[in-house]
């Protein structure tokens, strides 16, 4: 596990599609998982913030998914309990107009299965945007089909939007989300990590 753990810290795949990106900077894997977590955060990939700090979530969408969990940040950052596994686990760049590039395709087919085999005792996965529902469901359908759909994989399992600001008008046009979803959501996780 270890190894693992070092070889993505080290991993350097990326290195000339990042330079070659707007923002032409070097990979920094953020990897946040261990064996015995009960939580398991299926994400996108780190943001530039993400990349400076070291640790994932730690922006504005990072607060609105505690918010949505209702775990203080003490959980939410504690290894034993949730793990974090993004589809890349380096900050994928900005192309020229300021907009996210895509996770790399390569970080998952490397070490996606690898990490996922290291947190086997996962109670409970959020699938947060569509890369992570892409590859953790069937089909190829919507984000919000498949959040709509949360009902056929809950309680194990909850596809989420992502959890970035501009999603804010998704959530005002998807009131359900936060009267129907979230409450089944925090149960789930209360009792996961009790």
Known sequence: ??????????????TERFRATHTAHSPRPVVWFQPGAKVL??????????????????????????EWMQ?????????????????AFCFPGYNAKGADLAPPAVCAKTWRAQALNVIDEVKVTLLVGGYAQKWHLEGKRSVTSNVQSWRSHAPRVFPLPHPSWRNTGWL?????????????????LQ???A
């Open 1 to 14: 596990m270890m190894k693992l753990l070092k070889d993505i810290s080290a991993c350097r795949l990326c």
């Open 41 to 66: 955060i299926a994400g996108q990939a780190p943001g530039a913030r993400v990349h400076e700090s070291g640790r994932p979530f730690t922006d504005p969408s990072g607060d609105r998914l505690r």
């Open 71 to 87: 775990v203080d940040e003490a959980t939410f950052y504690d290894r034993n309990k949730i793990a974090i596994l993004p589809m």
């Open 172 to 188: 005002k046009k998807n009131p359900w989300f936060a009267d129907e979803l979230l409450p089944e959501l925090r149960s789930s």
């Open 191 to 193: 009792e996961a990590l």
